[in-house]
């Protein structure tokens, strides 16, 4: 017998408990286990079966480590197979969250009961999969093929009281009573004579199906999910279900199941969904540093990112104080903040009761005394060194001395900032990316002097508010800005030597990213780097012979900032986010490649985005080597979260991996040769490349 299920009677009903923390994947023994606890189950003198599981969740899914590795028997539809054929009413008892496998395996008991907090969802999407253990034919034919669409090709759980409107889950049981109400509705099952529902058999749902729903989903799927294919091949099965009998349909699911799977797009989004987990872990913190209890936040600066950054906190249900040096700005921030909720209601994410809710969790000051009761104070004030300190200092006074003071700084040193105050211990960095609500990364720039209970808070902060958090160390930039740098230098290069914005943007956006660099310059405002240039007296400041373009500079001196002004490098149509090629802008390059006496040529997209990628990966391995991120998948956390960086490449470290560092440090060095003003290339990366190994 499997050492994680146990098979045991309890009284009439038989009892099969799955216990392999930490989430009870189906792991091989788990399935060895089920099959021959089912199989013993209908063997017996048992009335019914209930299926449960132990620790904090019902099962979480197939266990991801074994995929890639020879299937050891038995295979999932197999196990499942023996579940749905049980002569007795079989009930899946679920807690936690019964995700892909777990949802399969529960979709092949006749029954589910669900206590209220519980989840249900096949994710299988998000790690460039699919349900391939039938759900792409069962939820069909319990929910209907639109629902099932929806639910697979977004792989967004349901919560219990949704999953039961629809008829996943057949009775909600008391939270603290699971299993006495999975056996009470296992009993009333028996005592009703209820047939065996199984799922395999429910026709009605999936017969005269339109099939234009498949197409409608298909150019949908191609418009929000641009350049992945697991989600095409999700709509490929559950069309399969509305045309194919029950057997065949499977074997289509199948069939596509292995071709994801060993596909590069899923190696790389579960090389994400590990990477993600591993960013949690500090190498050198000591497993039992202690957490402070974070209950109230402080905001310093009502500006589009104080704003932003307050919903994190109020979404999660913190109350927030905010504080501004104006009543004008301080109404203009919080007018924004409101009317970003409002936009939501109306959008149908929340009652407009649960509006005035967060709004209510939301004070503000014009006078610092008013921040002394708050747990955590952000910064979010202007993007200068005077400025930051000048708050610090004032915070130190008047914060109680446990609070922690984190900087959103998306450049500064986090250790001089913390140099003005008696607690560099509780000083940190929380670099946020626009929009804070929206944008699912935090780097947490660790000071020279942070303490580990601050950075472990921090953490846990991080994980309250719904964000990816990932520590980084002090530098110019931290992680994803430093590399951005050397990003954005090679498009700017580009255009003085032949290309137009669209053509480097274009060339990106084909490759996966959400937006270029141009675009992306344009939504979050020229104006921001443009005065850091001009606070660091550039090109004047430069050693001799480095390189510098000025086409950004000049673009700003026109007055165009980018979307906020209407016109940036492009121009944009009033309230259309939509970038248009601008003659002015190709003429002002033009003449910028004329003016420094550069003879355009043509680029191939394939040398854009090779310059682009080989100047985020030198980067990386540099950043890599100095100790800045602590592991590689880091770094592609960082851009898949933080900066569009398509998850199906994996982030730039793994797509250098995937290229071949050989071949990626041969590119840099010929580049060096061309520009040894910009390029050196990466002692890390010389080094791997060298001995034919990997980032990973
Ligand atoms: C599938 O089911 C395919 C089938 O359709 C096909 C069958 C043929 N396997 O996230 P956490 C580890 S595909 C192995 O920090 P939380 C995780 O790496 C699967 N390990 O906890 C971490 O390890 P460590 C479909 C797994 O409480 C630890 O568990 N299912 C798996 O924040 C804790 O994880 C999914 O996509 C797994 N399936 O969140 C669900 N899952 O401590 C994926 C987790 O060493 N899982 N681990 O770093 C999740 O979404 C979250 O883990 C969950 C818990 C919500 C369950």
Not at 5 to 26: E, H, Q, R, S
Not at 65 to 76: A, H, M, Q, S, Y
Not at 396 to 404: A, H, L, R, S, W
Request: net charge negative.
């Amino acid at each position: 017998m499997s050492h994680s299920v146990t098979y045991t009677k309890d009284g009439d009903i038989g009892i099969i408990a799955v216990n392999n923390p930490p989430v009870n994947a189906l792991s091989h023994h788990v399935r060895q286990g089920l099959l021959e606890s089912f199989t013993e189950a209908n063997n017996d003198d048992t009335i019914a079966t209930v299926l449960i599981c132990g620790g904090r969740t019902f099962i979480a899914g197939a266990d991801i480590t074994e995929f890639g590795k020879p299937l050891r028997p038995p295979d999932f539809l197999e196990t499942m197979g023996i579940i749905e054929s049980l002569s007795k009413p079989a009930v899946a008892a679920i807690h936690g969250t019964a995700l892909g496998g777990g949802l399969e395996t529960a979709l092949c008991c006749h029954y589910r009961v669900a206590v209220p907090s519980a989840r249900v969802g096949l994710p299988e999407v998000t790690l460039g999969l699919l349900p391939g253990g039938g759900g792409t034919q069962r939820l069909p034919r319990l929910i209907g093929p639109e629902a099932a669409l929806a639910a697979i090709i977004s792989g967004t759980p349901m919560k219990a009281d949704q999953a039961h409107a629809v008829g996943v889950i057949d009775q909600i049981v008391a939270e603290a009573n699971l299993l006495e109400g999975a056996k009470a509705f296992a009993r009333q099952l028996v005592a009703e004579g209820a047939k065996l529902n199984k799922v395999r058999d429910l026709n009605d749902k999936v017969t005269g199906v339109d099939l234009a729903i498949f197409d409608a989903a298909r150019k949908q799927a191609n418009k929000t999910r641009r350049g992945f294919e697991a989600p095409q091949r999700c709509i490929d099965c559950v069309e399969a279900a509305c045309t194919l009998p029950f057997d065949e349909g499977l074997a289509k699911e199948q069939a596509l199941f292995r071709q994801v799977l060993t596909s590069n797009q899923s190696a790389s989004q579960l090389h994400i969904f590990f990477a993600e987990r591993a960013a949690a872990k500090v190498n050198d913190m000591p497993k039992d540093t202690e957490t402070l209890g974070i209950k109230k936040v402080g905001i310093i600066g009502a500006g589009t990112m104080g704003g932003g950054i307050a919903m994190n906190f109020v979404n999660a249900g913190m109350p927030v104080t905010i504080l501004e040096t104006s009543q004008e700005f301080l109404d203009k921030g919080l007018t924004v903040v409101r009317g970003n909720y409002e936009r939501s209601a109306k959008r149908g994410r929340f009652t407009a009761e649960q509006v005035e809710q967060r709004m209510g969790l939301v004070t503000s000051t014009l006078d610092y005394a008013g921040l002394g009761d708050v747990d955590l104070i952000v910064e979010a004030v202007f993007e200068n060194m005077d400025v930051k300190k000048e708050v610090f200092a004032k915070l130190d006074t008047v914060t109680k001395p446990e609070c922690i003071l984190a900087t959103n700084t998306s450049t500064l040193d986090v250790d001089e900032i913390a140099s003005v105050t008696k607690r560099p211990d509780k000083v940190i960095g929380t670099h946020f990316f626009s929009p804070a609500n929206v944008m699912r990364l935090l780097e947490i720039v660790r000071g020279a002097k942070t303490s580990f209970e601050t950075l472990a808070t921090t953490q846990a902060v991080a994980k309250a508010i719904q964000k990816v958090g990932v520590v980084v160390g002090v530098c110019d930039g931290f992680v994803g800005n430093r590399m951005l740098h050397q990003y954005g230098a090679q498009a700017q290069y580009l255009l003085e030597e032949g290309c137009l914005p669209q053509d480097v943007d274009g060339a990106v956006y084909e490759l996966g990213f959400a937006m270029g660099p141009m675009a992306m310059g344009d939504l979050a405002g020229l104006d921001v780097g443009w005065r850091i240039r001009q606070g660091k007296d550039l090109p004047a400041s430069l050693p001799e012979g480095a390189r510098y373009n000025a086409i950004a500079d000049r673009v700003c001196e026109l007055g165009r900032y980018g979307q906020k002004t209407g016109a940036g490098y492009y121009r944009y149509e009033q309230g259309d986010r939509t970038p248009h090629p601008d003659p002015a802008i190709e003429e002002l390059i033009i003449n910028y490649s004329k003016e420094k006496g550069i003879e355009r040529r043509t680029i191939s997209r394939e040398e854009i985005v090779e310059r682009l990628m080989c100047a985020l990966i030198n980067e990386g391995a540099k950043i890599l080597e100095a100790g800045i991120a602590q592991r590689a998948s880091d770094i592609d956390v960082i851009y898949v979260y933080g900066y569009g960086f398509p998850a199906y490449l994996g982030g730039p470290m793994f797509y250098a991996d995937t290229v071949g560092l050989k071949k990626v440090y041969e590119r840099v060095c010929f580049l060096a040769e061309q520009d040894p003003a910009s390029w050196q290339p990466a002692p890390l990366l010389k080094k791997l490349a060298e001995e034919g190994r990997t980032f990973h």
